[in-house]
């Protein structure tokens, strides 16, 4: 069943009200209502909205002015038509009534068919104004959900990415001692030390990304080296040093923004702050971020992780190896840093342990650290 218009007259008579209400009910079949008052109509509109207000201009305790004000300024009530009934003929009557956002006029004494007229064109305005807020809404609500899933459906893809990265990064390094643990132990460190320092959230993700294939390119050093159960000869740890060099190019001249991100991870994370460090000897703030970040985070990790051929350092002491290269081999920034979330840092220590089958790995392909 079609539901009534509703039709809201305000007037401070009781004469005029009841005219407008039988011309209204005699030509249309609406449902009207009646308000003394400019608060009246506020209360009234505002608890059930009607289609079309008619609204006397000089009323008490709130005029129709600054009613039909009230009413245009709220979101609910917005969109329904104001016409100002008044004998005031003045222009500056009905330009404050525009200013206030009247949408018509009737003159007093009213004409019946120009009532009914202007009330019949205004309730279908109303009705179209209706519907397009409804298909307004209803299409925001369609996007907000469709964008939710695709959220989520990125979010899965990221995840599923991130681990691809961690098990091609793992795969690369199977022969070397490097665990599937280590490699998310040091790209949370890294990626927790670069939030500390003040890193967007869209470069923190990339870090996290990248920082597992910093030592991908350990895949082209040859296995008597890589293998080698005893200390590297001069000859040989220059080899093995090209590993920088091997990963940037098997990652260079993407056009992902967290490989490219990555390339620039695996040439330098073995940089050292006073200029020590390979392969192109770079100092200070020379050595992008990046990789000043996740050298200490590969470091703290390797030194303070068990492999067959050496035992973990002692926490304390783990740490005051990172102290004592602090503006040596590390960014002064970068360790204090790393130093004011210790908590988070052991957190994600004891998050990611070593599990049985990494040590089996590390046991079958022992190599020494250097």
Same mark, same amino acid.
């Given at each position: 069943?079609?539901?009534?218009?509703?039709?809201?007259?305000?007037?401070?008579?009781?004469?005029?009200?009841?005219?407008?209400?039988?011309?209204?009910?005699?030509?249309?079949?609406?449902?009207?209502?009646?308000?003394?008052?400019? *608060? $009246?109509?506020?209360?009234?509109?505002?608890?059930?909205?009607?289609?079309?207000?008619?609204?006397?201009?000089?009323?008490?305790?709130?005029?129709?002015?600054?009613?039909?004000?009230?009413?245009?300024?709220?979101?609910?009530?917005?969109?329904?038509?104001?016409?100002?009934?008044?004998?005031?003929?003045?222009?500056? +009557?009905?330009?404050?009534?525009?200013?206030?956002?009247?949408?018509?006029?009737?003159?007093?004494?009213?004409?019946?068919?120009?009532?009914?007229?202007?009330?019949?064109?205004?309730?279908?305005?109303?009705?179209?104004?209706?519907?397009?807020?409804?298909? *307004?809404?209803?299409?925001?609500?369609?996007?907000?959900?469709?964008?939710? $899933?695709?959220?989520?459906?990125? #979010?899965?893809?990221?995840?599923?990415?991130?681990?691809?990265?961690?098990?091609?990064?793992?795969?690369?390094?199977?022969?070397?001692?490097?665990? %599937?643990? +280590? =490699? $998310?132990?040091?790209?949370?460190?890294?990626?927790?030390?670069?939030?500390?320092? %003040?890193?967007?959230?869209?470069?923190?993700?990339?870090?996290?990304?990248?920082?597992?294939?910093?030592?991908?390119?350990?895949?082209?050093?040859?296995?008597?080296?890589?293998?080698?159960?005893?200390?590297?000869?001069?000859?040989?740890?220059?080899?093995?040093? $090209? +590993?920088?060099?091997? %990963?940037?190019?098997?990652?260079?001249?993407?056009?992902?923004?967290?490989?490219?991100?990555?390339?620039?991870?695996?040439?330098?994370? +073995?940089?050292?702050?006073? %200029?020590?460090?390979?392969? *192109?000897?770079?100092?200070?703030?020379?050595?992008?971020?990046?990789?000043?970040?996740?050298?200490?985070?590969?470091?703290?990790?390797?030194?303070?992780?068990?492999?067959?051929?050496?035992?973990?350092?002692?926490?304390?002491?783990? =740490?005051?190896?990172?102290?004592?290269?602090?503006?040596?081999?590390? #960014?002064? #920034?970068?360790?204090?840093?790393?130093?004011?979330? =210790?908590?988070?840092?052991?957190?994600?220590?004891?998050?990611?342990?070593?599990?049985?089958?990494?040590?089996?790995?590390?046991?079958?392909?022992?190599?020494?650290? *250097?």
């Amino acid at each position: 069943m079609k539901k009534k218009a509703r039709i809201l007259v305000v007037d401070d008579e009781e004469r005029n009200l009841n005219l407008m209400r039988d011309i209204l009910l005699t030509q249309e079949d609406y449902e009207v209502i009646l308000a003394n008052d400019g *608060q $009246q109509a506020l209360d009234i509109a505002y608890a059930d909205p009607p289609d079309v207000i008619l609204m006397d201009v000089n009323m008490p305790r709130k005029d129709g002015f600054e009613t039909a004000k009230e009413l245009k300024s709220n979101e609910e009530t917005k969109l329904i038509p104001i016409v100002m009934v008044t004998g005031l003929s003045a222009v500056e +009557h009905r330009i404050t009534a525009l200013e206030v956002g009247a949408d018509d006029f009737l003159a007093k004494p009213v004409d019946m068919m120009e009532v009914v007229a202007r009330v019949r064109s205004l309730v279908k305005v109303k009705a179209y104004n209706d519907h397009m807020r409804d298909y *307004q809404r209803a299409l925001e609500a369609e996007v907000a959900k469709r964008t939710e $899933q695709l959220r989520r459906a990125f #979010d899965k893809i990221k995840i599923v990415s991130l681990d691809t990265i961690y098990r091609l990064a793992r795969a690369a390094e199977y022969k070397d001692e490097d665990t %599937g643990e +280590h =490699l $998310q132990r040091m790209s949370h460190y890294a990626a927790a030390v670069a939030r500390r320092m %003040g890193l967007n959230e869209r470069t923190i993700e990339a870090i996290l990304y990248a920082s597992p294939m910093h030592d991908v390119g350990k895949i082209g050093i040859p296995d008597r080296i890589l293998l080698k159960p005893g200390r590297l000869d001069a000859d040989e740890w220059e080899i093995m040093k $090209q +590993h920088t060099t091997i %990963g940037a190019r098997i990652l260079g001249g993407s056009t992902g923004g967290f490989i490219k991100l990555a390339e620039v991870i695996a040439l330098t994370h +073995h940089e050292r702050w006073e %200029g020590g460090g390979y392969p *192109q000897g770079l100092k200070g703030r020379q050595i992008p971020l990046v990789g000043r970040i996740v050298a200490i985070a590969d470091v703290f990790d390797a030194v303070n992780s068990r492999r067959p051929y050496k035992e973990a350092l002692p926490m304390e002491e783990s =740490l005051q190896l990172l102290r004592d290269g602090r503006g040596t081999h590390f #960014d002064p #920034d970068v360790v204090d840093a790393f130093f004011s979330i =210790l908590d988070e840092i052991l957190a994600i220590k004891d998050h990611y342990k070593d599990s049985d089958f990494s040590l089996l790995i590390q046991m079958a392909a022992p190599e020494t650290c *250097q």
